[in-house]
Structures are given as structure tokens and as C-alpha cells.
């Protein structure tokens, strides 16, 4: 089982960036899909970028072109690499995980979570 643990939240003015990152313990990312998931108080869970165990990416259409996930096998660390940030941004910014599946990956469907990081991004 891993346990998760994100960072890197914070406040910027609309146009900046944000790198998240997530920690992983009591398991490596090996094997594992991993992704990001966003809430906004009062509305769904929003599924944004998801790393299969082979390297393989997916985004959401809200995010493409401007977020990038990535991950660093050698310290068992997830990234997500946010650019050109915009108010509607704003949300709790999830890490999570699951165990390798292509179907749950593209879904954004995940079983392990992160107890999130606050991102505001302001006009």
C-alpha cells in the first residue's frame, strides 16, 4: 500500500506557475498509475493528468497544453508543473494512485489519496 503526500501549493496571480509535488511511503511508484485530481468545495472531482507505470501521460482538455506531470523513479516523487495559471484553477489539488490498469488510468479513476494541497490563483 502507498501512502501519499503532496506539496507545493500556494497562491499566485493568474498567468504564473506552480510545481505540486507528491511523496510516495511504504511503497515505490513502480507498478503504479499516478495522477492529480482537483476539487472545488460544492462540485465533482475532476480528474487532470495521470503518469502510467510505463511513462505514458494523459490530461484533461481543462489542462493540456498548460500542466505537465511527470514523475522521478529514483525518489519516488510525483510533479505536476503548472503554467499559465487561471482563476478558475483554484481548487484542492489531490495526488493519487492506483495500481497499474490502462482503463483506470485514462478514466482518472484512482484508489490511494493524497490529503491534498491548496492552490489560489488570483486575477
Known amino acids: 500500500q502507498v501512502q501519499l503526500k503532496e506539496s507545493g501549493g500556494g497562491s499566485v496571480q493568474a498567468g504564473g506557475s506552480l510545481r505540486l509535488s507528491c511523496g510516495a511511503s511504504?511503497?515505490?511508484?513502480?507498478?503504479?498509475?499516478l495522477g492529480w485530481v482537483r476539487q472545488v468545495p460544492g462540485k465533482e472531482r475532476e480528474g487532470l493528468a495521470s503518469?502510467?507505470?510505463?511513462?505514458?501521460?494523459n490530461y484533461a482538455d481543462s489542462v493540456k497544453g498548460r500542466f505537465t506531470i511527470s514523475k522521478d523513479a529514483a525518489d519516488n516523487t510525483l510533479y505536476l508543473q503548472m503554467n499559465n495559471l487561471k482563476p478558475e484553477d483554484t481548487a484542492m489539488y489531490y495526488c493519487?494512485?492506483?495500481?497499474?490498469?490502462?482503463?483506470?488510468?485514462?478514466?482518472?479513476?484512482?484508489?490511494?489519496w493524497g490529503q491534498g494541497t491548496q492552490v489560489t490563483v488570483s486575477s
Open positions: 493519487a494512485a492506483v495500481t497499474h490498469s490502462p482503463m483506470l488510468c485514462g478514466n482518472f479513476e484512482f484508489y490511494y
Open positions: 511504504g511503497s515505490t511508484y513502480t507498478g503504479y498509475c
Open positions: 503518469i502510467d507505470k510505463y511513462g505514458v501521460t
